[in-house]
């Protein structure tokens, strides 16, 4: 079980690196980091096609990563 869920573990961590990079980038430095943050807040920015689907296949792989590292620590134990 084990050596199951390390495998996934590394495989789903190796689809969450290739997504982050696939993506974008919505804007270059500290003040457009700022400003980006609240425009997406607000939701003056959406997201359509592909990059809509990288979005949700990030957030997709980042619960997976977490619940499959969680899942190691506790079979580990």
């Known amino acids: 079980m084990y050596t199951f869920l390390s495998a996934l573990l590394i495989i789903v961590s190796i689809g969450l690196v290739i997504l982050v990079l696939l993506q974008s980038s919505k804007s270059a430095g500290l ?6 943050g609240a425009e997406q807040l607000f939701g003056k920015q959406k997201a359509r096609g592909f990059e809509a689907v990288l979005q949700r296949l990030t957030v997709v792989f980042a ?8 899942a190691v620590t506790y079979v580990k134990l």
Not at 63 to 70: C, E, P, T
């Open 31 to 36: 003040s457009g980091a700022i400003s980006g």
């Open 63 to 70: 619960v997976l990563f977490f619940v499959l590292a969680i």
